[in-house]
């Protein structure tokens, strides 16, 4: 069975629709990125960019995940994920 690593947040639950519709008016250009990208609260905090992407809030800014060592089927997962690159910490 593959592992899923995403948290599947549904933020319209999370958020009212006025937070949203203030998030969706930010303009956030360039990239952003994540160090230790495996550890909780950096793999916590990469789904929910990757999901604030998938409803179109964070699509123009690509997302960079740093980590020391990524597991073959981890790092796949991500770079088919969209707009992600996947870094170890050397490169």
């Known amino acids: 069975m593959a592992k899923d690593y995403s948290l599947r947040a549904?933020?319209?639950?999370?958020f009212q629709n006025e937070s949203l519709k203030l998030i969706?008016?930010?303009?956030?250009?360039g990239?952003?990125?994540?160090?230790?990208?495996?550890?909780?609260?950096?793999?916590?905090?990469?789904c929910a960019i990757r999901e604030l992407q998938k409803i179109?809030?964070?699509?123009e800014s690509k997302l960079i995940l740093c980590s020391r060592n990524w597991q073959i089927k981890e790092a796949e997962?991500?770079?088919?994920?969209?707009?992600?690159?996947?870094?170890s910490n050397d490169e």
């Open 10 to 14: 549904n933020y319209f639950d999370i």
């Open 31 to 46: 990239n952003i990125l994540i160090t230790g990208s495996q550890g909780m609260l950096g793999n916590a905090l990469a």
């Open 24 to 29: 969706s008016n930010l303009d956030i250009k």
């Open 77 to 87: 997962y991500w770079q088919n994920s969209g707009n992600i690159e996947v870094l």
């Open 56 to 59: 179109k809030i964070l699509n």
